[in-house]
């Protein structure tokens, strides 16, 4: 597996993992479960915050990636913002739906 492969599927797996923990149920509910079970002390915080979670999802991929523990500490930033970067290209934009001010012309008209 050449390096370039192996970074992408590692920036892939940060943003999927930490999409999944922090926006979705889950089967059965159980990821939503997860996040009440959480509460609201430290790591209720951390999976309702998608940037504070990439950072705790991306350090075991940045051990495993990384050669020396500069290159680690390098990679453990970088796969985050990847994956910040691929949730914000991603997320869809509020829908903001407003009607008419109906007239009193409006009102006479035959539809």
Aim: net charge neutral; aromatic share 10%; hydrophobic share 50%.
């Amino acid at each position: 597996m050449t390096r370039f492969y192996a970074l992408a599927l590692a920036i892939l797996a940060v943003w999927r993992i930490t999409h999944l923990l922090n926006a979705e149920d889950g089967p059965g509910k159980l990821l939503a479960r997860l996040r009440t079970l959480a509460g609201s002390g430290f790591w209720g915080e951390v999976l309702d915050c998608f940037y504070c979670l990439s950072l705790w999802v991306a350090a075991p991929f940045a051990l495993i990636l990384g050669g020396e523990w500069s290159e680690r500490l390098l990679l453990w930033p970088a796969l985050s913002g990847a994956a910040i970067l691929l949730e914000r290209a991603t997320a869809s934009a509020p829908v903001v739906y407003a009607e008419d001010r109906e007239t009193k012309k409006d009102r006479g008209a035959i539809p």
